[in-house]
């Protein structure tokens, strides 16, 4: 997976001129530091999927939802801002994001996405709660309309089959 700041939607971006026009929403999904180990680091607490996995699974949602949809990944927290911003700009509808550390650090992530007028889900793997107390506290739940932790992996689709749920109706 890619990290450097400058290729933003690299690896699960699928839209095709054809689909913008007939596309339900645009989500962008944010993955922040250290997600890129995925299925390697520490899988008794993040399972064994890798990114790739995560992202393949929301890609066929999205295609079948009729959704654009475009992941990024970053380990730097001025990349996942940079990626708000164009967001902001370039017709999405809604952003999930796991913040990962940057969630009880990020003051800058907060503010970017409260400059974002769509809809911003939460995403947390594991269950914050129950781990280290420094854990329990997310400056992103101050902006998000939705939190979902402690799901695993599949905490992502749920984030985005409540998106695409909600455009229906």
Same mark, same amino acid.
């Given at each position: 997976? &890619? #990290? ?5 939607? #690299? ?19 944010? =993955? ?20 790739? @996995? ?6 066929? +949602? ?9 992941? $990024?990944?970053?380990? =730097?927290?001025? *990349?996942? +801002? @940079?990626?708000? =911003?164009?967001?902001?700009? @370039?017709?999405?509808?809604?952003? +999930?994001? &796991? ?6 650090? #990020?003051? *800058? ?24 107390? $420094?854990? =329990? ?24 089959? #409540?998106? +695409? ?5």
């Amino acid at each position: 997976m &890619n #990290s450097s700041p400058t290729m933003v939607n #690299s690896y699960c971006s699928i839209h095709s001129q054809r689909d913008r026009a007939m596309s339900q929403g645009k989500v962008t999904v944010l =993955h922040g530091p250290n997600l890129n180990l995925l299925g390697a680091r520490q899988p008794e607490i993040y399972g064994y999927e890798t990114l790739e @996995d995560v992202n393949n699974t929301l890609r066929e +949602i999205a295609v079948l939802s009729g959704w654009e949809i475009n992941c $990024f990944q970053s380990n =730097h927290e001025g *990349a996942l +801002i @940079d990626a708000i =911003h164009t967001a902001r700009v @370039d017709g999405t509808s809604a952003i +999930i994001i &796991n913040p990962a550390a940057y969630t009880h650090t #990020s003051v *800058a992530i907060l503010d970017a996405l409260n400059a974002f007028e769509g809809k911003v889900i939460e995403v947390h793997i594991s269950n914050v709660h129950k781990r280290e107390s $420094f854990r =329990h506290h997310s400056y992103v739940s101050l902006r998000a309309d939705g939190v979902i932790a402690g799901l695993g992996t599949y905490g992502y689709q749920a984030a985005l089959n #409540s998106l +695409i749920s909600e455009s229906a109706t």
